[in-house]
Nanobody, 115 residues
Framework: QVQVAESGGGLVQTGGSLRLSCAAS????????MGWYRQAPGNEREVVAS???????NYADSVKGRFTISRDNAKNTVYLQMNNLKPEDTAVYYC?????????WGQGTQVTVSS
């Protein structure tokens, strides 16, 4: 059994900050990458940021310079520091863990940015 649990979402005003955390636990081995995705109502799920086991990162253009992804390999945990939040960042944020054999998703955490 593998569990992926996100935390840290909430309500924040425009320009504010939030930090999301995601921990993978259970029988999980050989994680290749971990990432954050988001889905707003009526939209498709999109990638926000990802980080490999070696530390290479990728970001969506819309969040570059505002969001930072980081990872603690020893704890199988990934973080997303979100600064200067905008109303268009409002969405459910999902964590994804990719191993050499499978991909696991968390249940999601709501982020709401008020104008």
């Amino acid at each position: 059994q593998v569990q992926v649990a996100e935390s840290g979402g909430g309500l924040v005003q425009t320009g504010g900050s939030l930090r999301l955390s995601c921990a993978a636990s259970g029988r999980i081995v050989n994680i290749r990458s971990m990432g954050w995705y988001r889905q707003a109502p009526g939209n498709e799920r999109e990638v926000v940021a990802s980080i490999t086991s070696g530390g290479s990162t990728n970001y969506a253009d819309s969040v570059k310079g505002r969001f930072t992804i980081s990872r603690d390999n020893a704890k199988n945990t990934v973080y997303l520091q979100m600064n200067n939040l905008k109303p268009e960042d409002t969405a459910v944020y999902y964590c994804r863990v990719i191993t050499i054999v499978y991909s696991y998703w968390g249940q999601g955490t709501q982020v709401t940015v008020s104008s």
